[in-house]
């Protein structure tokens, strides 16, 4: 039960930091960052599909698979926003 206390207390913590620090990143430099944002959730990613993969049957598996899909949205949006972003740059001749 303990465990279960301290893996709850990290998760709302790292949600709440999340959410502090990107909304404190102004518009301009949003999309840069976004690059390096989607390299953080590849790394997510990994680490979610090995607790959702695990042996184990209950919470690790199903945080897991709740973190495997945030971060596979986080990625997919990311590469849209920096597709539509870059495609404002290219020239229409």
């Known amino acids: ?3 279960l ?3 709850v207390t990290v998760f709302v913590l ?3 930091v999340g959410f502090e620090v990107i909304t404190k ?3 301009t ?5 976004m690059s390096g944002a989607n ?6 990613i990994v680490g979610a599909l090995i607790a959702a993969g695990s042996q184990n ?4 598996k199903v945080l897991g698979f709740i973190a495997l899909v945030f971060a596979t949205i ?3 949006g990311g590469f849209l926003v920096t597709h539509r972003m870059l495609e404002m740059f290219r020239r229409k001749d």
């Not at 390299?39 to 997510?44: D, L, N, Q, R, V």
């Open 1 to 3: 039960m303990e465990d």
């Open 5 to 7: 206390v301290m893996y």
């Open 14 to 16: 790292s949600m709440f």
């Open 25 to 27: 990143v102004p518009p």
């Open 29 to 33: 430099l949003h999309t840069p960052l």
């Open 39 to 44: 390299a953080i959730s590849g790394i997510t």
């Open 57 to 60: 049957v209950g919470v690790a």
């Open 74 to 76: 986080n990625v997919v």
